[in-house]
């Protein structure tokens, strides 16, 4: 039989065996592997990025007509980021039921299509829970379908915003800019979402209304006419659709309601405009009655003379 090794020998090996071995598995925990590392050097190795997570709730109230129902599901086919929901019923206390379904649903925003006697459709546009929200009057509304333009683009591409310069003139302009970028722009690396650019959102000012456009950005792609990268000139503008004009009426501080920031002192209500149509119509036969009354009064007073000869064939 051979020697008996000394106690330290056998402890020189195992050190060496240890040297050799591959590098142990760090400790598993309930929240995952735990390091060696301590907490300081993870803070210094992670870097805090901003994502941002928009999300936009669009519904409408009941009764919409269907012109207007087409205007919404065309807006929702343009925001990959957007999330429908059943019709809720226009009452006073619609703020707090809407402020509730964008809770349930996980957003951030809401766009509510208000429809009143069938021709009015209003769009209230809000960051929810704690605002701000604005109030528009939806005008000459002109959906894809009614319009049958020829552009086209990719559903769930990321639009380019673009603002006309009177948005940085006035304070309450410069809110509506924010809040469009905001609504209508699609998040980074969205999951529904393509990571590319190929259509435009236009937001243009005149007469103290915002007008709408969408457009496709059309560039050549085949042999020889293939655009260099940077190249704008060859680049051309196609309308997609959909039209809509907005009339801002109010803006509120909080969501759906709140202390009023501004109020747009040109705005008509349509039911006036409607009641002063109806008078300028009812002018026509007041003014048909103040003629009979003026013929019977001119007859009264100037009457004709007795002719002589009128009883003569009666005998």
Avoid at 21 to 33: N, Y
Avoid at 154 to 159: D, F, H, I, M, N
Wanted: glycine fraction near 6%; proline fraction near 5%; charged fraction near 30%.
């Amino acid at each position: 039989m051979g020697k008996k090794r000394k106690h330290t020998e056998t402890e020189a090996l195992a050190n060496g065996n240890k040297e050799e071995t591959a590098i142990e598995r760090p400790k598993r925990t309930l929240l995952g592997f735990k390091d060696g590392s301590t907490e300081e050097e993870n803070k210094e190795t992670s870097v805090v990025t901003f994502r941002n997570k928009e999300k936009v709730l669009v519904t409408c109230s009941r009764r919409i007509s269907f012109r207007y129902r087409h205007l919404m599901l065309n807006l929702v086919s343009l925001l990959p980021h957007c999330k429908k929901d059943n019709k809720v019923e226009s009452k006073d206390a619609k703020g707090a039921t809407l402020n509730e379904l964008v809770e349930l649903k996980s957003c951030s925003s809401c766009l509510f299509f208000e429809c009143r006697k069938g021709k009015d459709l209003y769009l209230w546009m809000a960051k929810c829970p704690n605002g701000p929200s604005v109030k528009f009057l939806v005008n000459a509304v002109h959906t894809m379908e009614e319009l049958k333009l020829t552009g086209n683009h990719l559903k769930g591409s990321r639009p380019i915003l673009t603002f006309s310069s009177n948005f940085n003139k006035e304070p309450h302009w410069k809110l509506l800019k924010e809040m469009f970028m905001q609504i209508f722009g699609t998040p980074k690396d969205h999951r529904k979402s393509k990571p590319f650019y190929d259509h435009v959102f236009v937001f243009s000012i005149l007469d103290d209304h915002v007008w709408f456009r969408n457009y496709q950005i059309s560039c050549p792609h085949t042999g020889t006419q293939k655009i260099d990268r940077g190249d704008l000139e060859k680049m051309t503008l196609v309308e997609v659709g959909p039209r809509f004009c907005l009339n801002p009426i109010k803006i509120f501080a909080g969501s759906f309601g709140g202390p009023t920031l501004y109020e747009n002192p040109f705005y008509v209500a349509p039911n006036q405009i409607r009641s002063l149509e109806k008078k300028q119509k009812a002018g026509k036969y007041a003014k048909k009655v103040k003629a009979k009354t003026r013929r019977k009064m001119h007859q009264l007073s100037n009457p004709l003379e007795v002719d002589e000869f009128a009883d003569m064939w009666k005998e």
